[in-house]
Structures are given as C-alpha cells and as structure tokens.
C-alpha cells in the first residue's frame, strides 16, 4: 500500500500517519517529494484497504501495490492448473470443446443434438437443466429430469456433462450428475453459492460477470479455492458496454490478461458473447488464436424451435466446420484439438442426416 | 413485434414470415416500403422473442415493441404503491430516509449510530448482519446475532430495521427479525433469491445491479410480484461505467425514468454510488431535488474504525445537516421530511456528544 | 511515481531500475517489503510517464502519484475562478443559465424564443450556428449568417451569447460575434481547436467528452489555460454508458469532484443529458442540488418543428417553471437566481402568448 | 420508421398521427394491436428523426428501421471495396500491414526501423508527424520535417506511408507527402475534418471512436465518401469500457458486423487497443482469425526511449513473428499474406542486428 499525502499535508499530518500505520503493527516509510510526501507500508497481510488511510487528515489517495488474491495467483502456483472433465484435460495440450443446446427440451432432442456433438469430436456435452432467466414467465428449465436425460447421455455417448447450478439447492443435484458445475455469469458474485461450490468434489465452470473486472472475477474464482476446491475454469462470455452491434462485447484480452496473472484455465463463450449465429464462428477462431484453452458453444439442430438461445446456437454441420477449423489452427498454437469421432454417425437412430 | 425484412427478401420470404407468425396463433401485417417490407405482428402476449424470427429467412431485425414486465407497469396500476415499513410509508408524501452502519460490528456500536439516527428524525435503521464481501477473507458480518441486536435496537430507538438477505437461508432469518429484506446489487439477478423474497410477506428493497438496464431492474421486481409480494422499493446506487472519479457512476436520471413507466417507489444510496463521504451530502440533496421517495445511507461516528466502508460512511453530525436539508428542501418538491426527534439525545448512555 | 517491483524481481534488478531513474535526474526511494520491493521517485515535473518505467525488467507496474495537469488545479489556484460572460459571472454567488434553441434557424425563430428566454431571468442565449450533425445529409446551421442573428438578439434582448465553434475557421468568426465560445463534446480532445480557443480573448465553454474521464476533461482545459485564456468553464452532458433509458448519463456526480480539484467553473446541460424533455426539469433541479454553478438548457417554442433536437427542447414555459424552482432552491445552496425580467413580456411583437 | 403508440392513446391521437406522418408527404399504415397501436411509415427517404413523431400526443416511441447511412452500405454497393495504398490492396485476397514507431522522432530511427520493418514483409510504414497528446506539454510531433523524413523513407525502403492528420492544416500537408490519411479516434466526429478528407484524393484510415457505435463510426465514414472520395478503411482501436486489465477493450466482434452492412476494408490496432507490448501478438492473431483485412502496429526497436507509447511498441522481433504466424494462419482464412522481403537485411546500414 502506497498512501499519497496532499499537497497541503503538515508534518504533524504525515506523522500521524506514519503513527497509525505502526499502530497497526505495519511498517511505514515516508518519501518526501518536492511536491508532497508519500509512505509506502510494507508487512501489510492484505487486510488493510485503501479506505482504511483515506480518511485519515492530510491524506490524498492510498494506493493498493499488492492484488488482493492470492491462491488462484501465479505467484502462489507458478505451473498452469490443468482441470479434467470426462475425457477433456482443459488447460493442457488438448483444446477443449464443451457443445451442446442452450436448454435441454426433452430426451430426443438432447440425444439428437448429442450425437451430431459427440461426432464432431467435442469433448463435452452442454445443457441447461435450471434456466437463469430475465422474466418469470420464461421457460426454466427441466429441473431433475432435465440432469436424468444429461446423465443418460454421458453413458450413451461418452461426453462429459457441464451445466449449470443456479442455487445451492440445485447445486446438490448438478454435483449428483454432472461432470461439471457451471456458475453463470449472473450468479458469480453469488458467494454462498461460490462457496458451496468449493465444497463440492466436481469441477466448476465460472463465468465472468456482465460488469466484473479482472480482480473481482479472480476474487470469485477464490472463494471457489479458499473452500478447498482447486479444479476451476474460467469463462468469457461477453461484458455490457455501450457498444450495441452484438450482445455483448466480447473481452478476448483478458485471455491473455489471465494468464499473466493465474495458474487457471481459461475458455470462451462465444454463443452468449456475440448473440447471433453468424458471429460465433469467426469469434470461436478468434478465442483460440488468442490462447484461450476451449470453447464452450451452443448447438441445436432446430434453432427456430428452441426454447431459449435459438438465434446464438449454431447448427451441428456449423461446429463441425468450427473444430475442423481449430484442428488447422491449433498446430500453429503449439495445442492439439481433438479428431473427429471415429464412430461419428454411429448412432443412426439419432439423425446424423438431420440439420446438417 | 415488428420484423424487418432485408432489403433483397424476396416475396416468398415474406410470404414464408407471415405464415410463421399465423402459424403460432399471431396476425402478421405486412407493411410495403419503398426500400424494404415490414410486418407488425399483432395478438403476441410476450412468449415471442425478436430471436424466434430473426433467424427466419430474408428477415433484417425484430424490433420488440411491447415491454416484458406486467406487475410492476403502470399500465396495470395507475396509482403510486406505497410500502410501509416501520414509522416510513415510502412512496407516500414523506420522504423516508434509512441511515446506519455499513455493518451491525457490536451491540455498543449499533446502539451509539441508531440512537443517533433516531434523533435526527430518520424513520430507519440499516446496518448489515450478512455482507456479501469480494473478498472470503474479509469480515462477512455476525449474522443471525446481528439480526437480534437490530431487533434489539427496533425496540429501544423506535427504528425499523432493513438489513441484507443473501441467500435463502439468511432471507429466512432477515424476515423473522427485521422489517424489510434487502437484496443486494450483485443479487439482483439471483433469481432464487427473488422468488424466495416474493414469497415473503415483508417488504422488499430491490438494489439495482452494476450493469442492470432500467427493464432488466423491473424484471427482477416482477420476480418477487409475481410470487404475491407486491412491497417493493427500488433502489438506485450507481452504476459501472469507465468513469473513475467516483467509486460508481449514480444514475440520477433513472429516478423520473422509473416513474414514468412504474408505480413501485424508488430511493437512492449515495454512500454505495459514490464511495466517499465527502460526495454523499451533495449528491443527496441532487438523488430528492430528482424526485426520489427517499434515501438509504450509511452512518458511522467511528469511520476510521468501521469493519467495512468507513471511506463511505457519513458522521452522525453529517446526517443532521442532511435531515435539515431535506426538510428545506421538501416543500419545494411538494413533499414533507420527517422532523428531528423530540426526545433527540434522549439515551445519554449512547454517546449523544461522541463523534458530532 | 511509485514503481512496484514484481515478487521474483533480483536484487541487480532493484538496482537497475534505481540507476535509471536516477540517470534521468530523478531520486529514488527503494521500499523492501515483505513480499517485493517498491521505489518511489521524486523530482518528477511531469514528464515520466509510468510506460517509461514500465519497460524496465522486473518492474510490475507504475503508479502515477502527481496528477497531469497544472493550471487548472486548485494546488496552483486555490481561490474559485468566476468568468464573467454578459450578465453572468459565472461560479459566482449568482447562478447562471443559458438558454436558447439548439439552433439558430432563422431571425423570427430565435427572437420569438430569446424575448421569452430573457422574460424568465436567463442571463445568456444559446443558439448553434455551426451544429456538428452524425449525419452529413442533416442540417449544419446557418454558419456566419446565424451569427449575426444571435448578435442582433443580444442588442435587442439584452442576453449575452453562447455558441459553438467547430474548427479553427468557425472560430474565428464566433469569437468576433458571441460573448462565450462553446467546444462540443465531440471536439473536446480536438486540440488544435483547444489551442485556438487557448488563444481567443473570449470565455470558453468546454463540454466533456462522451467517454472522457475527469483527468481528460481536466487537461482539455489545461489545454485552453497553458495558450493563456483562463476563462473556462467546465459543462457536463452526459456521459456514455451501457444504460439505455435516456440518451445519455448525466454524470452529476462529477461535479463535486470536479470541485474537489479546480478551481474553473462547472455547469450541467441536462437537454443533452438526458435527451427527453419530461426529464429535463428534474434533472436541473438535482444539477443545482448537487452544486452546479449553472445550467445550459434548450428551449423551442414549437419543438415539434425544430430543426434539431426538438424533443429535449423545453417550452418556454416550462423554463419559466425551472428558473422558479432554481429561485427557491438557491438560498438553500447559498446562492441566488436571476429574477424573472422586470420587462418580461416588453416585446409584444415577440409572441409573449405564443407556445407558452 | 415505426410509430409505438402507447396503451391509452386514444383514437384520436393515432388519427393525429397518421395526417402529421402524411402531411410530411410520407405514408402512414396503422397496426391495431391488442394492448396498442403500431404505425409503420413507407416513403421516408432518412429526413426523419424518431424524435420527429416522439412528441406527439398519444405516442410511446418512434423506431428507426432503416440505417441513416447508405454509400457505405452494403445495400448500395454489395461488393467489397478493396483499397490501394503502395504495395497494399486492402480489403484484397492479401492481408495488408502497416508498423513503424508511434512517432517519427528523427531520421536515424525511423529508417533503423522501416529497414527492420521492410524486412519482414510488411507493406506499409506508419509514424507519427502530428501528434494527438492529452497533455499540452508533451512531445507534440515533428510535423512537416517528420513528413519529409518519412517521405525519404519510402524511396529507399519501399513502403507506402501512412500517416495521421489532426486538423485541416496538417492534413493539406499530410495529402501532399503520405500514401495514406490517418483519421484518428478522437477526431472520428471532427466532421470539419472528414469533410476535408473526403475532398483529398488519397486513401483514409478512419479509427473507430473510444465511444463509438456502429453506426456512428459508418456514418463519419459516410461524411467522407459524401465528398467524393471512397477509399476509406475502417480501424478497430478499442473501446472504452469499465474493464481496466487492459488500456481499452479491443471490440473484435465489430469486424464481422462490419462486413455484414458495410463494403468497406475494416483493420485492426492490437497496440492501442492493448496498450502492453505482451498482448499485441495474440491479439493481433486473434484479429486476423475474426477476419479483419490487415493490422496497424506500432513497432520500436528502443522502446524504453520512445518518444510516446514505448510500452505499447512491440520488438521488430516481433513484428517478424507476427508476420509469420499471419502466413501460418492466412490459408485457414483463405487469404495471403505477403512473404518476407527478399532484400531483407539488404541496407546494412541501418541495424539489422539492432534491437533484435
């Protein structure tokens, strides 16, 4: 912490200041200036705030030198955290593709849409059970029956389950089922739900906040760890600024921005980032040019019938052309992306014609 | 609705979005331009999305013209709600003001800032017992304890208590206690939580979120409607933008924008919306000159020493000259501010001269 | 400056960074601390910029300590700055408004308004003769004919004259016409414009930029100031935000912190605010409240006709309304308004009836 | 155009409102709908304002359905246009790039660093001459004598120029010695200057606004290519938000909504949009990956003293790697980009080890 004294800040001022600083068993180091004084304070644990000197006299500003996180901090753990979902590594060498429809309807379109994924050779199957949605009178989701039909998949089409908890009660239910917990970006200044999920034994997916700094989505991601739960991915997904071609603006720099500072992994929504088809695809390339470690998308074969997201989903011939894509891309990032399924249309039940 | 179509949609496209929309029981009226064709849609009680058509064939852009919110519209109810908590009737002619600690710390110290708050004539007293903190490692408040000392000060200094929910575990103890339920600003969008305030029957104060436009604030108080409370109060406390003077950027100008469309009442926080004390008079006399129904501040005669917020938090002598302002000021927005105590000063064990 | 090291930074590394600043004529302070070590630097007069410093190997960061501008600070200047423009001295005790359409659109127009605009008290009239318009096909004022309108109206009416200049040609001819030149938001960081009104003998009226922060506007000023004009007025007018339920935020918060810093004047236009003439009036209510020094407001007799900006326009009367209000509202601010004019309504030819 | 009129309109008003539309010579169509009536207009040819038709009685709101631009659009010209700049087609089948130092700040450096860039294959030289600066007091440029000396660096090193002009003075200059005029962000409304521009017969770089729509940036494109000149590309720079982990927030999903409305060339700025030298490549790729036609870079071979921006301005190591990772990637976007030149290294003169 760096205390900045005003211009005007008597002697008498400045030593108060030093004063209270050792008082708080701190050690302080006044600079004086030609213009003002500053003190540096060193042996400070991270409980002191910038407020805690600002209201002191004669004080201008007081500067935080240090970042409030610390286990998700590369400082901490210098080598990257690798999480593994299914059969999804994400933060190694492999990208990560998590796909899969906004919401799941019903049984047949979450197994006709898990067939196409699991052929393009994504890792992962996405699917809202519990529905975070603007109006009350939206669809909300399945709910139970919704995870039931997400966990019948796993077994009939080897991908992995990512969705979302809304609560703690849901909560319980998705650690039942799921592969991974995903906490929307709505939610994640939501610390008991944060902190239930670091009680939980599954991974978790943390989506960046519509207006989240950095630090505030580093200091979400902490709560998760400080619970004992060290398997956490972070999640692009779009902030809200004035600009109004797309959704949302996507931050692809705080790929890169995450990296210099944490051990954690860090994917992109490129769906929920943009809002309309036609832009995931040069987005989805753009995310993993920039380094990010997976992409998580929306899919659905019948998108003008689908009970949320319709507009953002992709079609399954769409991801398809995107992981071809990764795979040419990935060699130049010095990743691997994963092949296409050997036994891609292997399920002919499931309507590897349909929607592509 | 209204759909767009492209300029080169050809009569066959639009032919194909009218029998859509008919399709879902609407009418579709097709409206000829010189550069391109537009269709009104007509019959749609809100299930529509613009995203349900814009993925149509020819379509340009499906432009919403009804507003999804219902319960809290004006259109429902032409008359001003005005909720009643404690001695306040917010939304009525007498501003309510809610003053207090950031933080319920000690028994001693809520019952020194209440007795302070009660003599300058301010109806109710806040002070947090569960703080949704950024950091885990920061004090996250006493809890149901400090649930029984607000309720211990309610009966000593005549105040009613809001105080924070931020789960539905602790909005079950905050309905026991307290008077009113508050739901924070990274909350807003906890939808569980919102539903579980709907079920409530005390009042609820709805902060808005850092990033919530106007409608997805009404949308979250429709939440709570919707499940039988209609006790709501809004409340402004700065939004997040790139401007960095103040801690927030207060939103003033959504006060007159709530009125016109809703008839829930609306205060302001200008402690939360600005960060520093030295802003909040100002802006306060501003958030009633604006035509709120009140304000919610945060009060401490020890700010140096306060467990959170003390940079934000206004001395009891501050309070004083706000009240007084308030009262002059009233008149001319055609309203009354409540007077100072008769029985001021009345507790001398708490500390009528500390800290004025 | 501060420069703070990273946590891994080698002691040769310390030592570098101490040998450069100082190569460079600037002292450093080392600071160890228990997690890394910072360096303070004095002797700076402005010219280090923390990018400089930013380079060097093992620093993680530096921190400005000294704020970039000069001439416009209270440091230099402690006393208010009161520019005198007409009637009006502005920052004075005397609150000062400007008033007028958005654009001069012909001799009958801006009289008929200006004898209204005087009868309320108004000290100055506003009037674009220059209007930079988003779009090239829309109307771009009447240039220099424009100008002698609004200076046979200042005769006739007895108003001082604001109005905007556009680049260094329109400049010239609005310093010879008008009392007080007006830099649009737009050009705030035009600074060949800034140094031209820099030079002008006449006051300045400079608009925040849409998505300047306070520092930018502040050495846009400082601009104007270091060509030697110091008569500068500071006028918010929103700001850009992802808020969508008005044109723009009014960002009156910044007023104080303006005050906070400089000495220059500060008004509020809250016809731009806000961009919706039901929000006008309480807007300029709270702009007062929160401590303005003054208002800039639009007025048209027949908006629905106006050649731009009709529907922030407020009618006559409703101006009538706002300088009341601003009477009864200035001792509580200690400060006073402009009464109504003696001669309100002197100019029968000048349709007192008309529009009111 | 679209007239919302609200719930309790009456019969009357829409009657108003449908003679006020067709009195302007347009057509009105009436839309009853079950909650309200809707109005379209046909006929407008972009004279209209939504604001126009807001303040009649009975009405909500007035929606623009068409653009206000149309040379730009993609409506008026559907093929893309491809812009000539030395050796550069942007907008072509190759990729164009533009580096060189933020500021020309003498002969030697530039051309060290045109040998440098020259050498890596870009096509393009940029360098500042005239400089936009937030403060007075700094480095402002070197104006016409930095032309000159970029000027000389075209013949020897073979690369077109491009070059920033900030008023209408620097910018007959610019004309006379650059291969291209660079608008910058602050000056995107300076309609006096784009204006000018459009009157030039060379080539336009126009950056993006900090705070600038879509449309808002396609119409200052508009204002040049309305004065004749239609080669104009389109620069992405970053925007301003509240996310503070980087200078602006690069808004790469602006390039494919440009090229969904508009046909002209759109590039991207990694090093403002950044402001650190470590996030230029993988931003850089990731814009190439979205789909932008070329980058602008700014590349120094002694950034620790720069004259402006050092920490910004990648290595001209770099830049070589960025070159050849855009060749690595250009099949993937069925594009070229330009191979290393065969002379490089060819002036020995100037540094070829230098720096790298």
Not at 100 to 125: H, K, M, S, Y
Not at 159 to 169: M, P, R, S, W
Request: charged letters at 20%.
């Amino acid at each position: 912490m760096l205390v900045v004294m005003r211009a005007d800040a008597t002697a008498e001022q400045i030593a108060a200041v030093c004063r209270h600083i050792e008082s708080l068993g701190l050690r302080a180091h006044a600079i004086p200036g030609a213009q003002r004084t500053a003190i540096g304070i060193t042996g400070n644990k991270g409980a002191l705030e910038p407020s805690d000197l600002e209201v002191l006299e004669g004080v201008a500003e007081a500067i935080r030198v240090s970042k409030p996180y610390k286990l998700v901090s590369l400082e901490v753990k210098p080598e990257p955290t690798v999480v593994r979902v299914g059969r999804a590594a994400i933060g190694g060498g492999e990208l990560a593709f998590i796909a899969g429809p906004c919401a799941v309807e019903n049984r047949e379109q979450l197994f006709r849409i898990a067939d196409q994924v699991a052929a393009t050779g994504a890792q992962l199957l996405r699917g809202g059970a519990f529905k975070p949605r603007t109006s009350p009178y939206a669809f909300q989701g399945l709910g139970e029956k919704g995870l039931a039909i997400l966990a019948e998949a796993r077994e009939r089409f080897g991908l992995g389950i990512v969705t979302e908890a809304i609560d703690t009660e849901s909560l319980a239910l998705v650690e039942q089922y799921a592969d991974m917990i995903q906490i929307g970006a709505r939610n994640m200044q939501n610390y008991s739900l944060l902190r239930r999920a670091g009680q939980s034994r599954k991974p978790v997916l943390l989506k960046r906040g519509m207006a989240a700094t950095l630090d505030e989505w580093l200091m979400a991601a902490e709560y998760v760890l400080s619970e004992g739960n060290y398997q956490v991915v972070l999640c692009e997904r779009g902030v809200r600024t004035f600009s109004d071609h797309s959704r949302n603006t996507l931050d692809l720099s705080v790929v890169p921005a995450v990296k210099a500072v944490s051990h954690l992994p860090v994917i992109v929504d490129p769906s929920h980032g943009t809002g309309r088809r036609d832009r995931v695809l040069p987005l989805a390339r753009a995310a993993l040019a920039v380094g990010a470690d997976g992409l998580i998308v929306e899919v659905h074969d019948q998108p003008e019938h689908a009970a949320s997201d319709g507009p953002q989903s992709i079609y399954p011939r769409q991801l398809e052309q995107l992981m071809e894509q990764a795979r040419r891309l990935a060699p130049l990032l010095e990743r691997s992306a994963p092949g296409a399924a050997a036994g891609a249309g292997a399920h002919p039940a499931y309507g590897a014609g349909e929607g592509r």
